[in-house]
C-alpha cells in the first residue's frame, strides 16, 4: 500500500494529489450508492417472486381442496339416491305403465348439495319421469 503511495506521489506530484483523493472518495461514494441500490432492488424482486409464489401455493391449495370437496360429493351422490348403495333398502320393481295408466311421479334428489347460505327448498323441484312409456305419455297432448 505504501508503495502505490509513493509511485502516485512520484507520477502525479504534490499539487495533484488532493484533487486525485477527491475524485477518488466522489466515484467511491457512487459505487457504494449503485451498489446499494443494486441490493435493495434485488432485495425487492426476490421478495416479490416469494409472495407471488405462496400466492400460487395458496391457490392451488384453494383449487385441491375444492377438487377433494368435489369430488367427496361425487362419490356421496351415489349414496344418496340410493342405485348402487349395498345398505340401501330395496327399491321397488318397475311400474309397468299402459296408455290408460296415470304416469309415475317421483321425486328427484338434488345432485349438488345447496350451502348453508342459500334458502332450502323442498327436495321435490320438478317431476322426474321412470320409464320410457312415461316418456312417450308425457308428450302427448291431453285428449
Given amino acids: 500500500m505504501i508503495v502505490v503511495f509513493i509511485v502516485v ?12 483523493a477527491r475524485s477518488l472518495g466522489k466515484l467511491m461514494a457512487e459505487f457504494r450508492k449503485a451498489s446499494t441500490d443494486f441490493k435493495s ?12 409464489t405462496l400466492q400460487a401455493e395458496r391457490k392451488k391449495a384453494a383449487e385441491a ?37 296415470e304416469p309415475v311421479i317421483s321425486p328427484v334428489p338434488e345432485s349438488v348439495p345447496r350451502s348453508s347460505q342459500e334458502p332450502a327448498e323442498t327436495a321435490a323441484e320438478g317431476p322426474a319421469i321412470t320409464s320410457p312409456q312415461d316418456a312417450l305419455d308425457d308428450h302427448r297432448s291431453p285428449a
Fill in 41 to 52: 432492488a434485488f432485495e425487492e424482486e426476490m421478495r416479490e417472486m416469494e409472495r407471488q
Fill in 9 to 20: 506521489l512520484v507520477v502525479f506530484g504534490p499539487q495533484k494529489l488532493p484533487e486525485l
Fill in 65 to 101: 381442496a375444492a377438487a377433494s370437496a368435489m369430488a367427496a360429493e361425487t362419490s356421496l351422490l351415489p349414496a344418496i339416491s340410493g342405485s348402487t348403495d349395498a345398505d340401501a333398502p330395496p327399491s321397488e320393481p318397475p311400474i309397468e305403465s299402459h296408455a290408460t295408466e
